[in-house]
């Protein structure tokens, strides 16, 4: 099966029957008809609202531990798809959109006009367009890594590119 492809019902059902795969498709918001990573980049935003209410250290370890989680989830995914990495296994765009807007609940960085949802706008752009444009390392880490660590990483990277270049915005914005 290609990567391309769109599920069958088959492949949906036993996609979402099992905890790995409910998780690697965040929660259905995969099995999108088009656009799968931007659905599951905006569907990532709703479990931020309350992740960024945890103290920094906290938010860091659910970061590092959706991280392993969803290396695992992701590779039984796949294997259970046949394809390392179907669009519908969008958990990366979580654990990517998490760590793109890092800089937000970093309050130094913050201008003192405090918070805006500009920001998260802001934020949620810059790690679409780091992921779809995947430029080095990022292109070179989706093609040469492969199975769950293959899909979770590039979007790790994607995700730190953009929180630096979110974070220097609200810097130049202070």
């Known amino acids: 099966m290609s ?3 769109s599920l069958s019902g088959e492949q949906r059902r036993a996609l ?6 409910w998780l690697a498709c965040g929660f259905g918001s995969g099995l999108a008809p088009v656009a799968q990573g931007t659905f599951g980049s905006l569907a990532a935003l709703l ?9 920094l250290p906290i938010y860091l370890l659910v970061l ?17 798809l046949g394809v390392d990495d179907h669009r519908s296994l969008v ?21 003192p006009s405090g918070f805006a ?6 934020g949620f752009v810059l790690f679409r367009l780091f992921d779809v444009w995947k430029p080095w390392p ?6 040469r890594v492969k199975g769950g660590m293959g899909v979770m990483v590039d979007d790790v990277v994607a995700g730190i590119f953009a929180a630096v270049v ?3 915005g609200l810097y130049l914005q202070r």
Do not use: H, S, Y
């Not at 969803?70 to 995914?77: L, R, T």
């Not at 979580?94 to 609940?105: D, E, S, T, Y």
């Not at 949802?117 to 802001?122: G, R």
């Open 47 to 55: 479990p931020w609202l309350l992740l960024r209410q945890l103290p």
């Open 16 to 21: 979402l029957a099992t905890p790995a795969g």
């Open 138 to 143: 990022i292109r070179w880490l989706d093609r």
């Open 117 to 122: 949802w500009w920001m998260v706008l802001a």
């Open 64 to 80: 590092l531990g959706g991280f392993a989680i969803g290396v695992w989830a992701c590779n039984v995914a796949g294997r259970a």
């Open 91 to 111: 958990w990366d765009e979580f654990i990517g959109q998490w760590i793109a807007l890092l800089p937000l609940l970093v309050p130094a960085l913050l201008p």
């Open 166 to 168: 979110l974070a220097l």
């Open 3 to 5: 990567a391309k492809k």
